[in-house]
Each structure stands twice: as structure tokens, then as C-alpha cells.
């Protein structure tokens, strides 16, 4: 596992040469087996490393590594842009199993995240956040940003939202059954996350509204 990690970690922070290296591998193997078609997959070995390289490498993480905490302790914006936004430099320490620390590096285009999705949400500079590593390579880390602070506040207000539009409609309208059912969902959906008893209490108060309404 430590030296699937470590290549993962390679080939996921050192785009420029993993190409190098496609370039190099298919290109022998095009001389040895005397049959140049197969230096067309250097195109697509290259493309997918760049575009699922940190995706693999963190759903390898995550599926083989043991949880543990990191701090970042540098964070440089640099000039390079990725959908219009400055793509940063880090650098972080990671405690290892026997409570020591070492250092590693990632950049927004390298950093393993998991959950897997089309965001790239790094943790705030200075604060201990959880991730995960192949024990012997603790260089290499996917960050569990869910499972840190800034992740859990990101949810809470992400199941916060439908219940503001839900609020919207049903205050313009309250004899709408509609509106009042969505507005039921939304607060459910919410408290079965998190224990909130006063919208657990708003939640009979509506639905005794529905209920006249239904008469």
C-alpha cells in the first residue's frame, strides 16, 4: 500500500513530469514491440492524470488510510487561475501515528478531498483538520473536509437554504398546501440531522395547519 500511495501522490502532484514519463514508457515500449500506434495513449494516460489523478488518489486514501489530523502552515496564491479563481500553494504538517509530525505540500489542483466532487474546498490555515493516510507515507493525506469544522458549519447551511425558500413561499402564502408540505420536508430533512426542537415544534404547528386546511 505505501508504494501505491507513493505513486499516487507523485503522479497526482507532478503533472509535467507524469508526461515525461508517459512520453518515455510508451515510447520504449513503441521501439520493443516495433508497433508505433501505441504512443496514442500517451494523449489520454496524460489527460486523465491530469483531470482524475487527485480523484483516485483519494478514493485510495480514504478506502486504505487511517484517520488523523493535519494544520496548514502556509497558504501562497500564486498567478495561475482555474475557473477564474488563483490557484494556491500549501504546505502542512501531519501527525503521525506515534503523535510526531511531518511535513508535505499540496496545491488546488493536486489536493486529495473526499467526499469526491466537482469543488475543491481546502480548510482554513492555522486549524487542525482530519484526513487520512497509508500509515509509512504520511506525506501523502486526503482531506475528509466534511468531517472538519468549516465542513460541518458548510452543511448546516446547505440544508438551512431550502428551508429559507420553503419559509418564503409559505409566508406569502399560508393557505397553500403545497407550500405548507415543502416547508414540512424542508424542516425534517434538516432534524433528522440536527436535533432542533423548536423546529420540531414548528413542524406540528404545521402540519395541524394542514390539517384545517384539509377539512
Do not use: C
Amino acid at each position: 500500500m505505501v508504494i501505491i500511495s507513493k505513486i499516487l501522490f507523485f503522479f497526482s502532484h507532478h503533472g509535467f513530469y507524469s508526461v515525461l514519463i508517459f512520453i518515455l514508457f510508451f515510447g520504449v515500449l513503441s521501439v520493443v514491440t516495433r508497433k508505433a500506434w501505441v504512443l496514442i495513449f500517451i494523449i489520454p494516460f496524460s489527460v486523465g492524470n491530469g483531470f482524475a489523478g487527485q480523484y483516485l488518489n483519494a478514493w485510495f486514501l480514504n478506502k486504505y488510510g487511517v484517520e488523523s489530523t493535519a494544520i496548514i502552515t502556509s497558504d501562497i496564491e500564486t498567478n495561475s487561475t482555474l475557473n477564474d479563481q488563483y490557484i494556491h500553494e500549501y504546505e502542512a504538517i501531519v501527525k503521525k501515528q506515534d503523535g510526531k509530525y511531518v511535513e508535505t505540500f499540496f496545491s488546488t489542483m493536486s489536493a486529495a478531498i473526499y467526499p469526491l466532487e466537482n469543488a475543491i474546498r481546502i480548510p482554513a490555515q492555522d486549524k487542525e483538520f482530519p484526513v487520512k493516510f497509508v500509515p509509512g507515507y504520511e506525506k501523502n493525506i486526503v482531506i475528509l473536509f466534511q468531517q472538519s469544522e468549516e465542513g460541518k458549519r458548510l452543511r448546516m447551511y446547505e440544508q438551512q437554504r431550502p428551508i429559507n425558500s420553503a419559509r418564503i413561499k409559505y409566508e406569502a402564502d399560508r393557505t397553500n398546501k403545497k407550500f405548507i408540505t415543502d416547508y414540512i420536508t424542508a424542516l425534517e430533512d434538516y432534524v433528522k440531522v440536527y436535533d432542533n426542537q423548536s423546529l420540531k415544534l414548528k413542524i406540528k404547528v404545521l402540519k395541524e395547519e394542514l390539517q384545517l386546511l384539509e377539512k
